[in-house]
């Protein structure tokens, strides 16, 4: 129906006059491209972090044993480096800031402290939480990648001197752990947001939710015309 | 001579008291403990030593050869290692690059294995059996003495010489093959006699 | 050597000169470092490049490659005029007061005699002055002793000439001259180390002499931590030397007769060695006792007091030798028919590979005994550029003989100290590889059955040789080692007493000591008489004692002759027979007879003031000039090589050693310095082993690539690159390697005139693991030293480029 | 034989005792050992520098007894071939042709490259794999490939530059000198010292060794190198490995030789300090994601949010 739609607005987004109002949010190409992300990532955490300390090193025993988790690990990096760009390409339009951002920012604290989420200025498709999230994961994958590239020695051992590999082995490892803090926020924002997770296993949200958390994007649905039975 | 009595001999030797205090001072007892599982098993366990010189230079290291299987046995030997004899006076155990490669040697991929024939003009060596080399040898060498013997010079002297055939001794067979080698080139008349002495 | 290796460790000062010990005998080397580490004994080295040796040495002097005569006698010139000699030992154990004929002379770097046409000498005046007693006269003092010739003779090689012959710098030489004065003290000695550095020139002979004299001057030899030590390449030529091996050699150094020594009395009359001075021992008196014995060995029953023990079956010689230069010419010119090579690969060892293929090809068969594929059993194959030749025009037949190696053979080697060590087999041929001994008797038994069937040339010494082993076909090595020792042929009874068996036929003799003349022993090598006697192989002990640390080990295996240790050891003493150092001990005088840690070079009762230590000379004492021994000259004079930078300072119109024999067609191919303007020399390097380690894998890993080493100025000149590929070429051959440049190799200043050195390392062929590559061999000169013939592989000129590399 | 202190008695073929083991390890990577019931006396590899020709016998010695098979290589332009260490050979000479500013002389130093068995070793403290890299009290650090991962680590971890993976292999693991274990368990030497032919390289215990060392520098003085001096570096709590240098207050000429090596700071953050500020990164905010749960409830849609959807959505027209 529309020839332009808002920056942020997605091609399967689409609500549904049901009742209650349900919003198609993940595409199954979505869902599956997030989940493989996720999957390749735990198991980048169960590798990694067996070789990180010795008391995970029993992780390595998922793998059957420990060279096979130092073998997975570089390979599975990758997968999860296309993985997560194929997210990248599709969202990053959405996740560019916009005025909002800010002042919804400037609210966030009081809402988290069980705030009303009234206050705060209606948000698109993302809040700005989710865009920083976003972003940050984006470099960390690439900064992740390049110093994995440098500590896969079959490979690239002849790329860098010994004091380069020491230092991309310690950014590496800082990296990891900074991912995994971002995971960890990221993952229990939606566990506290309920009716989140079932976007991404379902594909869908109740219109109340979108009303709540990204009314702005409900908006743009609803004037798009992205609206069906 | 065996080894046994090689082995005493250096016992009694005045290197024994120093090769034992060093072993002493490195703390090692005579517990027998199970190796740890970063050490290889000792891979000279049950082998037959042999005592033998660097082929080398005339520096004439003495060497101890590992095999398994012993040859005075009658038993087919295969050298597995090779290492410096620490008895010996002049090497002490030790030896250059080239003696530490030994085994490399008595195992190289280019040892001649079998007798062969160039025909002339061919581009190939063809494998032939020993007597069929070793008859062909004598024919050889018996037709050129035969035509080319020189029993008298110009002035009716016995000369007794032979020299439209030549020989270039080995340098690094034993006296023992030297002196036969001596032998059966000296009696065919050969003058055209020479060794690696020069090269 | 006159010492052995473990004898090293007694000395003060080393001078390695002609020589790389450290890296061509690493394990001989410890004991430089020993005498370093233990007697802060000093190291000198002199040579063209910073060798591996130089890298621990005390002190290093750089030399132009072929002018070791001009530095030596420089530093005898500066020990004379320093007063830095050993005078005592000088006037009683050399020949220096001896008076040398008149009209003997010296000039123009000529000595008397030259005859330009023959390439030699008349040398009638090259002799002493003999008094009516027909002894030699003795007078320090007179004009033409031997000293007073031999101090004018070197007084011409001052340091500045020394500086200007061998580019040496002045100050350097000096320091190394001082250093070595030093040694002329009784109680400091020198040792010196050197191999095919010196021997391998147009005038090796005198260039091993020249240090000699130094030497003796110095009164080094005979002493422990002295002598002349020659590193012998292989691990057994000393032993085919000793063996006579040679062309003009029987065993123990008797020599083969020339045609026109008819007769075994005219062969003899030659060889008789009258002593020069009273009470000599002049040992080669015994020469006929050795001789016959050697007939026995050979011909047994055959060889009888009526036909002179076989005399008429040795050939004679209408040459001076058939070395392997003169051989391979003839083959060359088509007057060589077959050719055995047994252990060795003349194509890549011998000069001039472009001559030696088109010699080889001239043949009608070849036969090579080896463990390994050589190139020369393959000269014949297309290898590329590394072997250009057309198989099918090449008519040799070419018979390859797998034969053991040391791994798989018993029997003895000896060593350049002249110890005669057994060894035993360890290991199962590959293959149907056969032992060198069985393939010789194989020959032989095949041989003489052709022989007794169809007759032919002249067979009775064939027919007769002496070959009654157990199984003929395969003789042991104790039975060959026997024999070599020598054994009774005949019961031997007391001369006073017809009685009295001394000896039974069939035992083992004792030592050379009692070999007779009379055909009733047989001994294969004299000189190895005493090796595996009565009391069994003597050669396989394995005693480590050694009394007093003196570093004899006169109970581990065997050293000829009778087990002494340090050759002409009696000068260890003076003239009353009392040590000259007490801490270095070796024989000493007890009143009756000698003692000490050596068997005594002399009889033990031979009074020390009255027989000299040099009992092989008639004169017993050591020959500072050597009469007509020598082609070249009895003093050694400095000659450039045949392919020089630079002329002769001394002689400009003489080119080479004036006397070196040079075949037709071989001068035309000596290339000059206009054309060929830098200065080449070969070696080995330590990693390889001749052309033998490139077929082990691991030392073909540690130097994988033919490589020549040039100076970072020459590079710099010819804009070549380390690891890029040059060109490098004579008058006689090309090569392409790669390229090492280094600061161990320096530009000298030779009589005003910039010498850049190329060195050519020698392991590369076309068959084994390592990368094929080229050898010197096919740059270097045919000609060589001329008095043994040993080819001039140390000093010639080549030309060099930088190409890219080849597109293989 | 009396000058001959540390002549190595030869390699036995029957009766073999093994003299240390499991029970004598004092360090074992990604994990801890009780302390062993006694001390091994502390053995040492002395390297003299001075008295090195640079012959490779300790290389090729050292290829043998450890049934390497190294590729052949091409010349480069030196005599430093194979150029460096790799898991297919554990020690190798690093040739310097060094002017010595003072005396103008050319020096030729030849520095036998290889694991210095550290005191305190990086490789052994960056590894993360149990037991794959491990210290006996005799002061041997030694790789155990059963349980080396291959990760590389070690490379990380080593001041020196010595380990190496072996990158074309199916499995890569991590290859370095093992001072031979297996020969000194049985009362030998390493395989490189029982070949060096000038005796440079000598093995003993590390008193013996000391000792040995301070005669070679009292030559060395005398001959003019008043610098000369023992290599055993206190940054990683002294070697197993020493060497004698002429010049021993410039290591670094001997290829690079460190002047004062010690496990780098980027590893001891990343293997010490990091460790622990990971884990109460990710702990803490962990806890601090709780507790946020449990105090501030969950963040529910409400039944107004639904409605006020259906408006806007015009489904509650229908």
Redesign the interface.
């Known amino acids: 129906m529309t020839t332009t739609s808002p920056y942020d607005v997605q091609p399967g987004d689409r609500?549904h006059?049901?009742?209650?109002?349900v919003?198609d949010r993940h595409s199954s190409f979505v869902r599956v491209n997030h989940w493989t992300t996720v999957i390749t990532m735990l198991l980048l955490w169960a590798s990694g972090f067996?070789?990180?300390?010795?008391s995970l090193?029993f992780l390595?025993g998922l793998f059957g044993?420990?060279?096979n988790?130092?073998?997975w690990h570089p390979w599975l990096g990758l997968v999860l480096f296309v993985a997560f760009y194929g997210l990248f390409f599709r969202f990053w339009r959405a996740c560019l800031f916009a005025g909002e951002d800010s002042r919804w920012l400037a609210g966030l604290p009081k809402v988290?402290?069980?705030g009303d989420?009234e206050r705060l200025p209606e948000v698109g498709r993302f809040n700005a939480g989710q865009k920083m999230f976003f972003w940050i994961m984006a470099i960390m994958v690439i900064i992740m990648l390049v110093t994995g590239l440098a500590?896969w020695?079959?490979?690239f051992?002849d790329y860098t001197t010994?004091?380069q590999?020491?230092?991309m082995?310690?950014i590496h490892?800082?990296v990891?752990?900074?991912v995994?803090?971002g995971v960890?926020?990221h993952?229990?924002m939606v566990?506290?947001?309920?009716?989140t997770l079932q976007a991404m296993t379902r594909g869908y949200v109740?219109?109340?939710?979108?009303?709540?958390h990204h009314r702005k994007w409900?908006?743009e649905l609803?004037t798009g015309g992205r609206?069906g039975p | 001579m065996n080894m046994e009595l090689s082995r005493r001999q250096f016992m009694k030797g005045a290197s024994a008291g120093i090769a034992g205090t060093t072993l002493g001072a490195l703390g090692f007892g005579d517990i027998e403990a199970a190796y740890a599982s970063s050490i290889r098993p000792w891979k000279l366990a049950n082998l037959t030593e042999t005592r033998n010189t660097c082929t080398y230079c005339s520096v004439a290291c003495g060497i101890i050869m590992y095999s398994k299987g012993d040859l005075k046995k009658g038993e087919k030997a295969d050298i597995v290692h090779i290492e410096g004899d620490p008895d010996h006076p002049t090497n002490r155990g030790t030896l250059c690059p080239k003696g530490a490669a030994l085994l490399d040697i008595v195992h190289a991929k280019t040892r001649t294995l079998y007798p062969q024939i160039r025909k002339p003009g061919s581009d190939k060596f063809e494998r032939v059996s020993w007597d069929v080399a070793l008859d062909r040898v004598a024919r050889l060498m018996k037709d050129d003495r035969d035509k080319n013997f020189i029993a008298k010079n110009g002035d009716g002297v016995t000369v007794n010489r032979w020299l439209t055939t030549g020989f270039l001794a080995a340098s690094a067979t034993t006296n023992e093959t030297a002196w036969a080698t001596y032998k059966v080139v000296r009696s065919t008349g050969i003058l055209a006699f020479d060794n690696q002495a020069r090269v | 050597m006159t010492n052995s290796w473990t004898d090293i460790k007694n000395t003060d000062l080393v001078v390695i000169m002609g020589g790389n010990a450290a890296e061509a005998h690493p394990c001989g080397f410890k004991w430089v470092t020993e005498a370093k580490a233990n007697r802060g004994a000093k190291l000198i080295v002199v040579d063209p490049r910073f060798t591996r040796s130089a890298a621990v040495a005390d002190y290093y002097a750089p030399i132009r490659q072929g002018t070791d005569i001009a530095f030596l006698l420089g530093v005898m010139n500066y020990c004379i005029a320093n007063n830095k000699v050993q005078w005592e030992y000088v006037k009683a154990f050399t020949n220096a007061p001896y008076i040398i004929k008149e009209g003997f002379g010296y000039q123009d770097g000529l000595f008397t005699g030259y005859d330009e046409a023959k390439r030699d000498y008349n040398k009638s005046t090259w002799d002493y002055e003999l008094g009516a007693d027909g002894y030699v006269k003795s007078d320090i003092d007179h004009p033409r002793s031997v000293w007073n010739l031999m101090k004018k003779h070197v007084s011409v090689y001052t340091p500045e000439m020394v500086e200007r012959i061998c580019g040496t710098p002045k100050d350097k030489f000096l320091k190394v001259a001082e250093m070595i004065s030093e040694c002329s003290s009784p109680t400091k000695t020198m040792t010196s180390m050197y191999a095919l550095g010196w021997t391998q020139h147009s005038k090796g002979s005198q260039n091993i002499r020249c240090m000699a004299m130094l030497q003796l001057i110095l009164g080094n030899i005979g002493v422990r931590g002295g002598g002349m030590n020659a590193l012998r390449g292989h691990s057994n030529i000393q032993g085919l030397t000793d063996l006579g091996l040679m062309s003009n050699l029987l065993p123990g150094y008797l020599t083969i007769p020339n045609e026109k020594e008819a007769t075994l009395d005219v062969y003899m009359s030659t060889r008789g060695f009258k002593p020069l001075r009273p009470n000599q021992m002049s040992y080669w008196q015994n020469y006929k006792k050795f001789f016959v014995s050697f007939q026995k060995a050979m011909w047994g029953s055959a060889a009888t007091p009526e036909n002179n023990f076989a005399y008429d079956y040795l050939p004679k010689l209408d040459v001076p030798s058939y070395d392997v230069l003169r051989v391979f010419e003839l083959m060359h010119q088509g007057k060589v028919n077959g050719y055995f090579c047994q252990g060795f690969n003349p194509l890549l060892s011998a000069p001039n590979r472009k001559k030696l293929t088109a010699a080889l090809s001239k043949l009608k068969y070849l036969v090579v005994m080896d463990p390994l594929q050589t190139e020369t059993a393959r000269f014949w194959q297309n290898h590329g550029e590394y072997n250009e030749v057309n198989s099918g025009s090449i008519q040799t037949e070419v018979i390859e003989l797998p034969t053991t190696c040391f791994a798989e053979d018993e029997g003895s080697l000896t060593n350049s100290g002249r110890w005669l060590q057994w060894h035993w087999a360890g290991g199962t041929p590959p293959g149907e590889a056969k032992h060198d001994s069985w393939i010789m008797s194989q020959i032989h038994l095949r041989l003489k059955a052709l022989y007794q069937k169809e007759g032919g040339a002249f067979s009775d010494p064939i027919l007769k040789l002496d070959w009654r082993y157990k199984d003929p076909g395969s003789p042991t090595s104790e039975e060959l080692a026997k024999e070599v020792n020598g054994y009774a042929t005949e019961d031997i009874t007391d001369p006073n007493d017809a009685t009295k068996v001394v000896l039974a036929k069939g035992k083992q003799v004792v030592s050379f000591a009692v070999l007779r003349d009379d055909g009733k022993t047989a001994c294969g090598c004299w000189i190895y008489s005493g090796s595996f006697n009565e009391a069994g192989n003597n050669m396989a002990r394995r005693s480590t004692n050694d009394p007093d640390s003196t570093g004899a080990y006169p109970t581990w295996a065997w050293s000829w002759p009778v087990n002494r240790r340090i050759l002409y050891n009696r000068a260890s003493a003076d003239i009353n027979g009392k040590p000259w150092d007490d801490s270095r001990k070796l024989l000493w005088w007890d009143g009756s007879k000698w003692t000490g840690y050596d068997v005594p070079d002399i009889l033990p009762t031979a009074k020390p003031d009255v027989v000299g230590p040099f009992i092989m000379n008639p004169e017993g004492t050591a020959r500072l000039f050597t009469r007509g021994l020598m082609r070249d000259g009895p003093f050694p004079a400095h000659y450039e090589p045949f392919e020089a930078p630079v002329v002769n300072v001394l002689a400009p119109k003489i080119r080479g050693n004036p006397v070196a024999r040079v075949f037709k067609g071989d001068m035309e191919q000596f290339g000059d310095a206009k054309e060929f303007p830098y200065a080449a020399t070969s070696y080995r390097l330590t990693e390889h082993f001749h052309f033998w380690t490139k077929h082990a894998h691991n030392p073909a890993v540690m130097q994988p690539e033919f490589f020549v080493e040039i100076g970072e100025e020459l590079a710099k000149q010819k804009g070549i690159t380390g690891g890029g590929w040059v060109r490098v070429w004579s008058k006689r051959g090309s090569v392409k390697a790669k390229a090492v440049v280094t600061k161990r190799i320096k530009p000298l200043q030779c009589d005003g005139k910039t010498v850049h050195i190329v060195g050519i390392p020698l392991h590369w062929g076309f068959m084994g693991e390592t990368k094929k590559g080229f050898g010197p061999n096919s740059l270097t000169p045919y000609v060589g030293d001329a008095n043994i013939e040993t080819p001039e592989y140390k000093a010639f000129l080549v030309d060099i480029e930088s190409i890219t590399g080849p597109t293989a | 034989m009396a000058n001959f202190e540390f002549v190595l008695p030869p390699a036995p073929t029957t009766n073999i005792k093994v003299a240390f083991g499991e029970g004598d390890l004092v360090a074992r990577s990604a994990s801890s050992v009780p302390p062993p019931a006694k001390q091994l006396t502390p053995v040492a590899k002395l390297i003299d520098v001075s008295k090195c020709i640079g012959c490779k016998a300790c290389e090729v010695a050292c290829l043998e007894w450890n049934n390497l098979r190294h590729p052949i290589g091409i010349n480069t332009g030196s005599y430093n071939i194979p150029p460096d260490l790799d898991p297919n050979i554990f020690t190798v000479m690093r040739f310097t042709e060094w002017v010595n500013p003072e005396t103008k002389n050319l020096e030729w130093l030849i520095r036998k490259d290889g694991c210095m068995h550290c005191v305190d070793p990086g490789c052994l403290k960056a590894c993360p794999a149990p037991g794959a890299i491990v210290q006996y009290s005799n002061g041997i650090v030694d790789f155990d490939h059963e349980k080396c991962i291959g990760c590389g680590y070690c490379v990380r971890g080593c001041p020196f530059n010595i380990p190496r993976i072996s990158r074309n292999a199916d499995q890569p693991k991590a290859y370095k000198c093992t001072l031979c274990s297996d020969r000194v368990a049985v009362g030998q030497g390493p395989a490189c010292a029982k070949s060096c032919p000038t005796h440079a390289i000598v093995f003993g215990t590390k008193d013996e060794m000391k000792k040995h060392a301070e005669g070679r520098i009292k030559d060395l003085k005398s001959r003019g190198f008043s610098n000369a001096g023992l290599y055993d570096p206190p940054g990683v709590g002294g070697t197993h490995v020493m060497y004698v240098l002429a010049h021993a207050d410039k290591p670094e000429i001997y290829a690079g030789l460190p002047k004062d090596p010690k496990i780098s700071t980027v590893v001891e953050i990343w293997k010490g300090l990091f460790k622990y500020a990971g884990f109460i990164a990710i702990g803490g905010l962990a806890a601090v994601s709780v507790l946020h749960q449990v105090i501030a409830g969950p963040n529910r849609v409400s039944r107004a949010d639904e409605d006020n959807a259906k408006r806007l959505a015009g489904s509650d027209k229908k």
């Not at chain 1, 067996?50 to 010795?54: D, E, G, S």
């Not at chain 1, 566990?191 to 009716?195: P, S, Y």
């Not at chain 1, 109740?206 to 709540?212: F, I, Q």
């Open positions: 609500v006059r049901r009742d209650p109002v919003v067996a070789l990180f300390h010795p090193y390595a044993s420990g060279e988790a130092r073998e988290m402290a069980g989420e500590m020695d079959q490979y051992y010994i004091e590999k020491r230092i082995v310690l490892s800082v990891a752990v900074l995994v803090c960890i926020v993952v229990s566990i506290w947001e309920r009716g109740t219109g109340g939710w979108a009303w709540k409900l908006r609803v609206v």
